[in-house]
């Protein structure tokens, strides 16, 4: 399946967790988290290192604590964070993962791909893909 496809596949999915958003509203994870919100995603925090977001909705500390399992989970992290938690990550618990640029290299890819993930990357950035729809 190519990118574009399951990036629209991924896109009609609507709860998603955005795994490093953070209260800075100078990152580029906060923005895509409020992003899917404002367009009507069910959008969720996944940050260990807060508890709440600058909005004041909960921040969780890790997928398995969120209220429902999500559809799609965005990575905005560093490659070396996305691997480890891919690495935890069952697929047939969470299938859609999306990966921002800058998340990920080669080697991630492929090890997601081996392992079950249905993996969005090469450049796509969710809160791009979103408003373009």
């Not at 959008?43 to 260990?48: D, G, I, R, S």
């Not at 080697?107 to 796509?124: D, R, T």
Request: net charge negative; proline share 7%.
């Amino acid at each position: 399946m190519n990118n574009e496809k399951k990036m629209n596949e991924m896109l009609n999915k609507k709860v998603w967790a955005v795994i490093g958003a953070t209260p800075n509203t100078e990152k580029t994870a906060n923005r895509i988290y409020h992003t899917l919100k404002k367009y009507g995603y069910e959008t969720y925090a996944v940050n260990p290192n807060y508890s709440e977001m600058e909005d004041g909705t909960k921040c969780y500390a890790c997928l398995e604590d969120l209220p429902k399992v999500p559809d799609c989970i965005d990575f905005v992290i560093p490659p070396s964070v996305t691997l480890k938690s891919l690495e935890e990550m069952d697929p047939e618990t969470y299938p859609n993962i999306w990966l921002q640029p800058g998340t990920y290299d080669k080697e991630i890819v492929s090890f997601a791909e081996s392992k079950g993930f249905k993996v969005v990357h090469e450049g796509a950035c969710a809160m791009a893909a979103v408003r373009l729809r």
